[in-house]
């Protein structure tokens, strides 16, 4: 029999009600979006006869693993990770190049972080995500709930904590490197919580802890952060960002104990991420949370000279450089300083003096390239210009990790195995251009089981939560969700 008008409005009325209640009852109450710095498979395949069954051989083997991942730029670092986690974008688009870089108003490092207009909670750090330029998968769901949505980020870390809870969230919590208490910035917290403060009440003081205690205080704050705040137990979904770290502690120990503390690292891992897991599933329920996993693509392995091997290597010092540039300038446009610092693997120029003194930046650039160029151990340079003028792939990573809001005017890549050394600041880098492989993984409710071994980049972690639970990914993430 034929439907009339009215009947067939009511009959799709019904379907589309039908297929908008199944979205809602597939989407999870919690997304744990959890980043593991220097993370790579080959020490989780070392380490698994190790592990419990409950942590990494249960996401392992229960979740959906993308095994080869990546990230579209270079370098990395732990704060230019997690922003491009949380982001679905690059340094170029989201500011976040690395840790830290050269203030060029007070020629002094700054961190990515650093906020004198916003006081700390339990610290004197000031902080905020000002610098981070656009919006996380977290601010999103801020968004898409008219600000219903809980979002939380822990780390040990400060800029991990604030970087991955981004701009709308409820609270960023990290550990006080003095106090040792849990902190936040008035940003998020314009009231503290009672249960913050009772948690330092219990765990703080100056006590030196040990690794796996510092990582149960975390789990723990995790957790306590979940049931304080409710997250997890409305139709609204909420997310908690949280980071991990796979460093070993060193702390007095000799270079020779590098392997066996990293081998406790990672068993301190598993057993935490067994307990966190188990526990958010216990509380939320199983069918309600979905977790992703990864790592932040750079490992630092204890840095050794290749020349003990008879491998060529070497030392560039950046700060030495950066001087003989400056003379090497001055002696073609008369003595000034046409240098202002370094940071990193970049140099700063003083473009206000440059352009005082009317100079052709472009020639100027170029002839510090070709400076730069005949010195020992450089393989290559950049400049901003260079950067944008070309499509070659291992140059459009060097760009998608600069952001010319705050980078420098030169770039320096040195070779492989060589060390770059800053004196000013005791940072030590090596050029490496080996793969280091990490995992993507998922798991939790209504996900297979499934191997993958096509290679995919992390940019696409953001976007694909965003298919999961409903919602528009990051306003800078260019990067499609994961099949």
Known sequence: MALNKRQFTAALIAILASTIQAQAQQTPRLVVNIAIDQLCTDYMEAFTPYF?????????????????????FTPVDCASAVASLVTGSCPFYNGIMAARWLDRSTLRPIGCTEDPQYFGVFTTDKASPKNLLTSTIGDELKVATTGKALVYAISQERDAAILSAGHAADGAFWKDRNTQNWCSSSFYIKKTPAWLTEYNNT??????????????E??????????????????????????????????????????NALTQTYINLDRQLADLIATIENKVGAQNVVFYLTGTG?????????????????????????????????????????????????????LKLIE???????????????????CDGVLNTHSKETLFDSEQSDVLKV????????????????IPGWQ?????????????????????????????????TKPVTVDRIAPTIAKTIHIRAPNACPALPLP
């Open 420 to 452: 770059m050394y800053n004196e000013d600041t005791q940072e030590i880098s090596v050029n490496s251009l080996r793969n280091i492989c990490f995992p993507i993984i998922i798991y939790g409710a209504q996900v297979a089981p499934q191997k993958i």
């Open 52 to 72: 419990g069954t409950e942590g990494f051989r249960k996401v392992m083997s229960r979740g959906k693993v993308y095994e080869n991942a990546a990230y579209t």
């Open 218 to 259: 975390l789990t723990n704050l995790a957790i306590l952060c979940i049931e304080r705040s409710g997250m997890g137990t409305d139709n609204v979904t909420d997310l908690l960002n949280v980071t991990l770290d796979a460093t070993p502690d060193m702390t007095g120990k000799k270079s020779t104990d590098w392997q």
């Open 298 to 350: 750079h490992v630092e392995d204890p840095v050794d000279d290749y020349r003990h091997y008879g491998v060529p290597a070497g030392t560039f010092y950046i700060n030495r450089t950066a001087n003989l540039l400056n003379m090497y300038l001055g002696a073609l446009y008369g003595s000034d300083r046409y240098v202002e610092g370094c940071s990193r693997n970049q140099i700063y120029l003083n």
């Open 399 to 414: 760009r998608n990790g600069y952001n010319a809001s705050v980078g420098g005017d030169l770039l320096v890549e040195t």
């Open 356 to 374: 005082q003194k009317r100079l052709n930046l472009r020639e100027l650039l170029s002839l510090s390239r070709s400076f730069l160029l005949q």
């Open 203 to 216: 765990v703080g003081g100056r006590k030196k802890k040990t690794e796996f205690e510092q990582l149960t």
